[in-house]
């Protein structure tokens, strides 16, 4: 049902390759989607027969286009005809009270909540899957005046629906804000709210639009920069989903991008991107996406319990903004304890110092680091070199020193994520 699967590869100690099999993109937990199949397998004539049924059973009950219409019908009830229903989280025209006459209802549905679909839809909250952590406003507004300033007036919203219906709701209540937002997400829920030239379904795994040609014609058409309107992405992925399946699907839209620009005449290297995403990533962003970098801004979610503005040490938010523009393009606000480091050339956390032996601005988590001679690199505050380990670690931790090594190929000097004899997704 979420469009194509992944070829994954099950791996044992010892074994140098496991068997491969398709599993669903989006759902890492067989609850949520029980997809699955051995590469080689051959699949019974009935099987598939079942499996078509089962993936048209489980599409949305109306279109987007019927939804768009059902929109139009609802903005024309008066308010005490306007209702909600939280079970189906599905707007109710009044034909179709009675068969939800025993769920739940919010009632006088206001144009404002009409225009910020995100507050009222249940966040859904499979980490894995969907995990709808909503920005915090002063996150979103901080996105959006960053975007504004940077002279960006196209924005490719990639499972951002609070930046996007901000966007929205300033195009329509102020004449004079030229930016534009299109949504791909996952959450089928907001065609109730959007054209078909507002959102598109989308599976951010497998870069599979769920409209078909109509749709990607529609992103594709957003893409091409008309009158010189500057476009970026804005991406803010589930934390748990993996890294190469996203980078993949990321370059797809940005490929997609360099065909628009042949067609402009102009000849960037890469389309502009925000991907937003835990710093202790960094390493894995970095090694599909060279040309990015991370800033020391700290994103904030409405709906996250640890990631909120103003906690301190381990408390504070670990997500970052990962982008390819230029690091000292990107201001971030003084009055929120940022300072523009001059030797850097970018602005880092206030507690963030500079180390000459590394010549960076070495933390990632915002409290100060220190420099262990021996690592030859800058280390958390709560670290202490280890001789057993040899390098540096939580003081109470326990000593692993094993010939062991990685438990894919048996050898020593990497994990199991990065070795060489592990098939990749």
Request: some cysteine.
């Amino acid at each position: 049902p979420l469009g194509p699967a992944l070829l994954f590869v099950k791996t044992g100690e010892g074994k140098e390759e496991g068997r491969r099999f398709y599993a669903c993109s989006a759902c890492r937990d067989r609850k949520d989607c029980n997809f699955f199949q051995w590469e080689d397998e051959k699949v019974s004539e009935t099987r598939l027969a079942a499996r078509e049924e089962y993936n048209r059973n489980h599409q949305p009950f109306f279109t987007h286009r019927q939804n768009v219409e059902r929109y139009k019908n609802f903005v024309l009830l008066p308010l005490a005809k306007r209702k909600f229903c939280q079970e189906c989280q599905q707007l109710l025209l009044p034909a179709e009270w009675e068969e939800h006459s025993d769920h739940q209802f919010l009632c006088d549905i206001s144009t404002a909540q009409l225009k910020r679909p995100s507050q009222l839809l249940y966040p859904l909250e499979n980490k894995k899957t969907n995990a709808q952590y909503l920005f915090a406003d002063r996150s979103c507004q901080f996105l959006l005046d960053l975007i504004i300033d940077l002279g960006f007036r196209r924005v490719l919203s990639v499972g951002t629906p609070r930046l996007h219906e901000m966007i929205q709701s300033k195009a329509s209540q102020e004449e004079d804000f030229r930016v534009r937002s299109l949504l791909l997400d996952i959450d089928f829920r907001y065609s109730q709210f959007y054209t078909e030239d507002e959102f598109c379904h989308y599976n951010m795994f497998n870069h599979f639009f769920f409209g078909g040609e109509a749709a990607r014609e529609t992103c594709r058409k957003f893409l091409y920069q008309d009158n010189g309107e500057r476009v970026i992405m804005v991406t803010d992925p589930p934390f748990g989903g993996l890294v190469e399946a996203l980078a993949s699907s990321f370059k797809k839209l940005m490929a997609m991008w360099k065909e628009t620009e042949k067609e402009v005449g102009h000849n960037n290297q890469e389309m502009p991107v925000f991907w937003i995403f835990p710093y202790f990533f960094e390493s894995r962003i970095l090694e599909f996406f060279p040309s990015f970098s991370m800033m020391d801004y700290q994103v904030d979610y409405d709906n996250h319990a640890l990631y909120k503005h103003g906690k301190t040490g381990r408390r504070q938010s670990p997500v970052r903004i990962f982008t390819n523009l230029t690091p000292s393009m990107i201001v971030l606000p003084v009055e929120e304890g940022y300072r523009f480091c001059a030797i850097c050339q970018r602005y880092v956390s206030s507690g963030n110092q500079h180390c000459e032996i590394c010549n960076s601005c070495t933390s990632k988590d915002g409290r100060r680091w220190k420099h262990c001679v021996l690592c030859k690199k800058c280390v958390k505050p709560s670290w202490f070199h280890c001789n057993n380990c040899n390098c540096c670690a939580l003081q109470n931790h326990t000593c692993e020193k094993t010939d062991a090594g990685c438990f894919v190929c048996g050898k020593a000097g990497h994990k199991r994520s990065t070795c060489p004899s592990l098939s990749h997704t």
